[in-house]
């Protein structure tokens, strides 16, 4: 199981009310709301192994030079990326809280957390569960190797199960088609603006009809007689779009064969350091939450010292 922690403590963030708090008043909900949920994805599914997928770069170098809109508009004024005040003190307390638990947390410098998923869930000899809020995902999904989405829409609770077949009856389009689809469609959550004019429906006519991005493009290129789903104004917007088409299949395509030392993702049977999560525990008033995860996780009851 792959968690896509920033998507998931940004959901729990507004998942779970602020009025959820340390003893000393300050905002935990994205905390708590975290941890809850992975002992319940624990509980529910019995992955044998898990780890948690991070941003060490939210807004790679490599996507920005390509296409400098990606995610602009989450730029915060200072620089960096713009993170609600309440959530911000919270992400360095879930990776002490991590480390503590003994809970493998992976990143890589220069890579979003997409691209960690997509290297681990490539190298996985068995199945793979992707647990995220984010479709750029929906493109590793794959029947024959058990890669499968669970997708968190509907907040933290109410999680959607996406494979092949999911993606085709949601979007019309083959299984692994998604990376093609979305660029067509764009998605003004990531910057990305998509060919303007052209939206779903297009979009999916179009890879129905000549398979991917690429054979859309060569179509586009030699189509003299205009017909559905080519028609004369979807050539015209495809041809005004090509510096566009050029740079965004390197933004959605999520990197699968980054640099990456090996990773077990063991469940941890005891926490890596007892007294450090017991510490944390109290300080931060997570401790219910703490022993959930421990209880799915088979730790010793009294491991928080209680």
């Known amino acids: ?21 340390t ?7 994205a905390v708590r709301g975290f941890l809850d949920m992975t002992a319940r994805l624990l509980a529910t599914h019995r992955p044998d192994r898990l780890v948690a ?3 060490d770069d939210w807004r790679p170098a490599f996507r920005v030079e390509a ?8 730029v915060a004024p200072e620089g960096g990326e713009e993170v609600p005040d309440e959530l911000g003190p919270q992400v360095p307390v879930l990776v002490e809280v991590l480390a503590a638990a003994g809970i493998d947390r992976v990143g890589a410098p220069g890579y979003e957390a997409d691209d960690v998923i997509g290297t681990l869930a490539t ?35 109410d999680i959607e199960f996406v494979d092949e077949a999911g993606v085709a009856a949601k979007y019309g389009i083959p299984g692994r088609a998604y990376a093609d689809f979305a660029v067509l469609r764009g998605d003004p959550s990531d910057g990305l603006p998509g060919v303007p004019g052209v939206g779903a429906k297009t979009a999916a006519a179009l890879i129905n009809e000549f398979g991917d991005l690429a054979g859309i493009r060569a179509a586009a290129g030699r189509t003299v007689v205009p017909k559905a789903p080519l028609t004369a104004a979807v050539l015209k917007k495809l041809h005004a779009a ?18 990456l030392p090996p990773v077990e993702g063991a469940l941890p049977r005891s926490p890596a350091d007892p007294r450090a999560l017991a510490e944390l525990a109290d300080r931060h008033g997570i401790g219910n939450s703490v022993r ?14 209680r």
């Open 1 to 21: 199981m792959l968690l896509d922690a920033a998507s998931l403590y940004f959901r729990a963030f507004y998942g779970v009310p602020t009025s959820v708090t």
């Open 23 to 29: 003893p000393d008043g300050r905002p935990i909900n």
């Open 53 to 55: 997928c991070w941003d």
């Open 67 to 74: 296409l400098p809109s990606y995610k602009a508009h989450r």
């Open 123 to 157: 190298r996985a000899r068995g199945p793979v569960d992707v647990v995220t809020g984010d479709r750029d995902l929906f493109q590793l999904v794959d029947d024959a190797r058990a890669v499968r989405v669970l997708y968190t829409a509907r907040g933290i609770t």
């Open 242 to 259: 090509g510096d566009y088409l050029d740079a965004a299949p390197v933004v959605v395509a999520v990197a699968t064969t980054i640099d």
């Open 292 to 305: 959930r995860l421990g209880a799915v996780l088979g730790w010793p009851a009294d491991v928080l010292g």
